[in-house]
C-alpha cells in the first residue's frame, strides 16, 4: 500500500498468527507550530517494534521536529504540539518529566547529524557514556566504565579500552559518529532515532555507519527511525519510507514501491533529481585548449616530523569548456589541491601554468556560501567587489553589472541589497557563483559546492553551473567527495588518495571500468536507489571485511 496513509503490515506490528502489538512509536496527528510556522502539519505513522522506517525529505520538510518529538524535545522551548506521540508505551505529551528521563536513553534514543555538537570536548568519550548508562541503570563506576567500553567495541572502535580515554577531538568523524551510536546503545533502547546520521561523512565512512546500523538492528530488535534528506540512505537502510513535505506526509508505504513506483509527483520529482552513478552524462560540447595546468603540484604542511603532504605529485590539465572532477575522501588532499589552483595557497614543489598567484581569471565557488559571504555586507556589494578590483570606479556601471549577474544566476535584480541570512542556501551559492563570475573567469574551481544542499537545489545549482558553461565557454573544475554527483557533472575526473591521484581518466571510463582499487572501493560504497542492490553491495562489503 502505498497512499499518504498507507501502512504496511509490518509497519503496524502484524505477526504471523494475525496479533498486532502495540506499536513501538504511535503517531496520531503530531502538529508542531512555532509561532506562526507550522512546522509539522497534522502527521500520523506507526512503527512496529523492531522495524525501520525512513523518514525523508528536503530542508524545512519538518522531519528532524518530528524526530524531536518523539523524545519530547520541545518541552519548554515555547513550541506549541497538539496530537498524540506514544514510544514504547509511553504518552510523551503526558508524562511527567522524571518518566521522560526514563524514556529518553532507556527505552528510545536519539543520535544526530553533528557528534561535536552532542559530545562534551572537556571529557574522555567512555567517561561520558559511563556516566548516561550511571544515570539510567544506577550502576556503580566500574560497571559503567566496564559497560562504554563493551559498547564502543561493539561499534568497531578498534582497542575500546584505551580509546575510550580519548577525548572527542581525537576521533575522526566517522569515529566519533561511532561513539555517538555507542552512547545511545549503553542501555539498550527499544527504539534508536537516527537524525542524519551520515550527512557530513565520506561515501565509505557513510557505508561502514549504514552496515552497523543495519547489523545492530539484526542482533538486538531494536526499531530504527531514520531521518534523511538522502533518498539512496534510506533505500538500503529501512523497511518503510514516509516522504514529507513542509511538514506533511506526501507518500507512505514499503521502501521498495515508494522507490521503484512512486505514486506522488513530489516523490517522483525528488527521485528524478538524485544523481545516480550509472548514469552517463551528455558532453560539454566542443573542448578548447588548455587554460589551466600543475605539472608535480605539492603542498607540504608543518615542518620536519610533523610535515604532511597534504598533495604529492598532482599532474593535470584543464582544457576551456570541459569540467574535470576530482574526487575523494576527506583528507584526499583535493581542496588544498583546489586552493593552489587559484593562487590561495602557494605550492611547495611544482608548478601552475598559468603562474603568477592570485588570477582574476581563475575564481573559486566555496562549500559553504555562509562562510565564503561577509554577513554585515549586502550580497551585491560582496559580487561588485571583483568589479572594483578590477579597476571599475563608475557606480552606475557597477550596479548594472551585479544586477545581470544577478538575472544570471536566477535570482532578481532586486536583490542586490539584501544580506546573506535572507537567502536560502541553495540561493546564497548562486550568489557565489555570480561572485565568481564578477571577474570573467576562464576557469571556475567549485569546492564542494552542492554537498551543503538538499537534492533538487543541488540538482538546479548543478543544471545552472552546466548552463553558465555553455554560455560562457568557461573551464570548471569540480572538487567534491559525492560520485554520483561528480559523475554527473564530469567530462573527466581524476580520483586521489592521500594526496595523489590515482586514477584519471574519461568519467565513463572511470566509473564504468575503475583501474584502481581504491576507485572500486569507493563505488562500491555509493547508496544504490534499488534495495536489492543495495542489500547486495552491503553483503559484498561484509565479506571482503570478513576475508
Known sequence: MSGVNGLTGKALGEQADGVVDAPLVDVRDLTVRFGALRAVDGLSFRLAKGAALGLVGESGSGKSTVASALLGL??????????????????????????????RGARAAMVFQDPLSSLDPYYAVGDQIAEVYRLHTKAPRRAARARAVEVLDRVGIPDAARRSRSRPHEFSGGMRQRALIAMALACEPELLIADEPTTALDVTVQAQILDLLHTLREETGMGL????????????????????????????????????????????????AVPRVDAPRAPSGPVGEAVLSATGLG???????????????????????????????????KTTLGRMLVGLLEPSAGRITPGGGVRPDVQMVFQ?????????????????????????????????????????VGLDRAHYGRYPHEFSGGQRQRVGIARAL??????????????????????????LLGELQRELGLALVF????????????????????????????????YENPRDAYTRQLLAAVPALDPEVAAERRARRRALSAA
Open 74 to 103: 520541545h518541552r519548554g522551548t515555547g513550541a506549541t504540539v497538539h496530537g498524540t506521540v506514544r514510544v514504547a508505551g509511553t504518552d510523551i505529551a503526558s508524562c511527567t518529566d522524571e518518566e521522560l528521563r526514563r524514556v
Open 225 to 272: 527511525l531514520l531521518v534523511t534528506h538522502d533518498v539512496g540512505v534510506a533505500a538500503g537502510s529501512v523497511d518503510d519510507v514516509l516522504v514529507m513535505r513542509h511538514g506533511r506526509a506526501v507518500e507512505h508505504g514499503s521502501v521498495r514501491t515508494v522507490l521503484s513506483a512512486p505514486a506522488q509527483p513530489y516523490t517522483r520529482e525528488l527521485l528524478g
Open 299 to 333: 603542498k607540504v604542511f608543518g615542518r620536519g616530523r610533523n610535515a604532511v603532504a597534504a598533495v604529492d605529485g598532482v599532474s593535470l590539465t584543464v582544457h576551456r569548456g570541459e569540467t574535470l572532477g576530482v574526487v575523494g575522501e576527506s583528507g584526499s588532499g
Open 368 to 408: 559553504d556560501p555562509v562562510s565564503s559571504l561577509n554577513a554585515r555586507r549586502s550580497v551585491g556589494e560582496s559580487i561588485a567587489d571583483p568589479l572594483r578590483a578590477r579597476g571599475e570606479r563608475d557606480e552606475s556601471r557597477i550596479r548594472e553589472r551585479v544586477g545581470e549577474l544577478l538575472e544570471r
Open 438 to 463: 564578477a571577474a570573467e573567469p576562464t576557469v571556475v574551481v567549485c569546492d564542494e559546492p552542492v554537498s551543503a544542499l538538499d537534492v533538487t537545489t543541488q540538482a538546479q545549482v548543478v543544471a
Open 479 to 510: 572538487i567534491a567527495h559525492d560520485l554520483a554527483v561528480v559523475r554527473q557533472v564530469s567530462d573527466r575526473v581524476a580520483v586521489m588518495r592521500g594526496g595523489r591521484v590515482v586514477e584519471e581518466g574519461p568519467a565513463d571510463s572511470v
